[in-house]
């Protein structure tokens, strides 16, 4: 299989994050991708290559353009305006129902107001190379789809940062911009061919959804943790269908606490059996090894061969699949996870 990887992605290597009114060392970090990379690049069957430079138009095509533009010069605006520090996090929430009777909100000029205004949570810090290494995510799942477009039946792109939590207007969630979304608009736009995002990260991929959730071109399929207990908390409930043509193509299964192998494979053939029948000519996976029962941040209970399994249920598809990462916060287990999932996708040992 080929996989594609960006060195950009250690530019953006954060010391510490908030949450949990705590700051703590990221869960986040490079030390992430480059665990992926070790194991991938001594697996023979794994061939690395480079992505190519696709620009901001693909981004732009999915999010607001001022989304891209902000990042590009916040880390600096802000070390102007406030003052030097490592890491730059809002501090104050932009929500429309501060202004309530008077005229849609305008985005301030203050970077601390834009901060706020472009973000939806804490824990998703901008470093002086954060913005750098959110385009390399993007030419990294770029690269990736255009491979299996160009015939490959699949391939793996090493995103990081991840970005199924982007919406199109917001980023946050460790994510800047959103990988899986930007790569399925193109396919379905440029190809004008169905395509289905299949999202097994713990974490539900609310800007995913956000972004395709009146769109009948793209499906979203998401296991994740329940929302009642599990981030981002207010979706991915099993009641989020879609709405006006996109009613229907959506569709969640949120899971409880401790659920296992077997449990999850039975809910993951639910969700092939929709994307079977909506029909897509490329599916993309949003990738989260996040469910291993010793991550540090979730509470489900797969195991490495739960994971060959699954990548096993999605080859039995015979959809063309672009792999895309996403979560995983285990790191000592995270790159043989990752090789399992894909080697099952490929039906190799």
Request: proline share 5%.
């Amino acid at each position: 299989m080929k996989v594609v990887y960006s060195s950009a992605h250690l530019l953006h290597n954060p010391q510490s994050e908030i949450e949990k009114s705590t700051t703590h060392s990221p869960h986040e970090h490079s030390g992430r991708g480059e665990a992926i990379r070790e194991v991938l690049a001594a697996d023979q069957t794994m061939r690395i290559l480079s992505p190519s430079e696709w620009g901001t138009a693909p981004i732009d095509a999915v999010h607001n353009p001022g989304l891209s533009r902000f990042l590009a010069t916040a880390w600096a605006d802000y070390q102007r305006a406030i003052g030097p520090t490592r890491e730059v996090v809002p501090d104050f929430f932009y929500r429309a129902s501060l202004r309530d009777g008077m005229r849609q909100g305008l985005e301030p000029e203050a970077i601390n107001g834009k901060l706020g205004w472009w973000c939806f949570e804490t824990t998703t810090p901008i470093t002086a190379g954060s913005y750098e290494a959110a385009r390399g995510a993007v030419n990294t799942a770029l690269t990736a789809t255009q491979l299996v477009l160009d015939g490959e039946h699949a391939a793996y792109g090493l995103c990081r940062p991840p970005g199924h939590h982007a919406t199109s207007d917001l980023y946050g969630g460790y994510c800047f911009f959103n990988n899986a979304a930007i790569s399925a608009h193109y396919a379905a736009s440029t190809f004008h061919s169905k395509v289905t995002v299949l999202d097994v990260d713990y974490h539900h991929g609310n800007g995913t959804q956000q972004i395709f959730y009146t769109r009948d071109d793209v499906q979203y399929a998401s296991l994740h943790g329940d929302p009642r207990r599990a981030y981002p908390y207010v979706t991915g409930h099993a009641d989020e269908i879609g709405a006006g043509r996109g009613r229907g193509s959506t569709l969640n299964i949120p899971l409880a606490a401790r659920t296992d192998d077997d449990s999850y494979i039975s809910a993951l053939a639910v969700l092939c059996e929709s994307i079977a029948t909506f029909g897509p000519s490329l599916l993309i996976v949003s990738l989260g090894l996040d469910t291993f029962f010793t991550d540090p941040i979730s509470d489900l209970s797969l195991t490495t061969d739960g994971f060959y399994r699954c990548g096993a249920m999605v080859r039995e598809l015979g959809i063309p699949t672009v792999v895309l990462q996403e979560g995983g916060y285990d790191v000592s287990a995270l790159g043989s996870n990752v090789q399992a999932w894909l080697h099952g996708l490929e039906g190799t040992s």
